[in-house]
């Protein structure tokens, strides 16, 4: 039973178009986070919600806009794909309030390609 | 100066080596210190983590830090190929801060 899922895998489309990526995670936690990996694998975080609020909002283009249903879910929509937008994004959930575990649970990626 | 510092290798050890990889990192507010390992095509998963300074120890895995130097080690010891991934760094002053990650070093073990 998958921890963090995230839909599509793969996403191959053209610039200019306007795309979403799905995030659910089934741990119970707080807060849900999304990263860019870029292609030398730096990871980089682009917003955070805790209970379905944005908590951390990095310096990210506004075609870039997350959105939360509740807090098992977050997902991410792009508006007017750009080439520089292709990556690997990366949903990641974790419980920071309460407990002696610490840390990120992720996702396995969706690898965007803009063409 | 980037706020965590991790060589990108990649770095290639014999099976059966003890490995040794290393971040260091700027900012001094930092108080919780984390291993991830990625293997290709899948998401980062989390190996240790470590609150303030000093040694924690799980099987194969050591991880280290020193808050003095700004210095951060994970040691893997009797390495085997599966533990061929990248490894990141990350670390947060808080525990409801956001967490920043090295740039990960990519590491093969040779069967």
């Known amino acids: 039973d998958t921890a963090v899922s995230q839909t599509p895998k793969y996403l191959v489309t053209q610039m200019g178009n306007d795309k979403s990526i799905k995030c659910e995670q089934n741990l119970g936690h707080d807060t849900m986070y999304w990263y860019k990996q870029d292609s030398k694998k730096f990871l980089k975080i682009m917003f955070s919600y805790n209970n379905k609020e944005l908590i951390i909002n990095e310096t990210v283009p506004n075609r870039f806009s997350p959105k939360s249903p509740d807090k098992a879910h977050l997902n991410l929509h792009i508006n007017s794909l750009e080439l520089g937008d292709s990556a690997v994004y990366f949903c990641?959930?974790?419980?920071?309030?309460?407990?002696?575990?610490?840390?990120?649970?992720f996702g396995s990626g969706t690898r965007l390609t803009v063409v | 100066q980037k706020e965590v510092e991790q060589d990108p290798g990649p770095l290639s050890v014999p099976e059966g080596a003890i490995v040794s990889l290393n971040c260091t990192y700027s900012n001094s507010a930092f108080q919780y210190f984390m291993w991830y390992r990625q293997y290709s095509r899948k998401g980062p998963e989390l190996l240790m983590y470590?609150?303030?300074?000093g040694n924690k120890e799980d099987g194969r895995f050591t991880a280290q830090v020193d808050k003095s130097s700004k210095y951060i080690s994970l040691f893997i010891r009797d390495s085997q190929p599966s533990d061929s991934a990248t490894y990141l760094c990350a670390m947060s002053a808080a525990r409801d801060d956001k967490i920043i990650f090295g740039k990960g070093t990519r590491l093969h073990i040779l069967p």
């Open positions: 470590t609150y303030s300074s």
């Open positions: 990641a959930s974790s419980q920071v309030t309460t407990g002696a575990d610490y840390g990120y649970t």
